[in-house]
């Protein structure tokens, strides 16, 4: 199951192909192959990049 790799939410939507939407965060994730781009949502629409940190630690790679 495709879960919010910055918070672990359960209830993201899909908004496209490869793309996903967290309501929690407003971060938009676009998965291209094996890459994964995260977007901040503005209140206008932008999606701005969003930059983790050296030490990100995907909550969709956590296994318990
Ligand atoms: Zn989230």
Redesign the pocket.
Known sequence: MLV?P????RS?GKVGIGQYY?K??C?EFVYKKDKLNIYNLQDDGTLIQYVVGEDFDPAIQKTS
């Open positions: 919010c910055v918070c672990g939410e993201i967290c929690e965060c971060l």
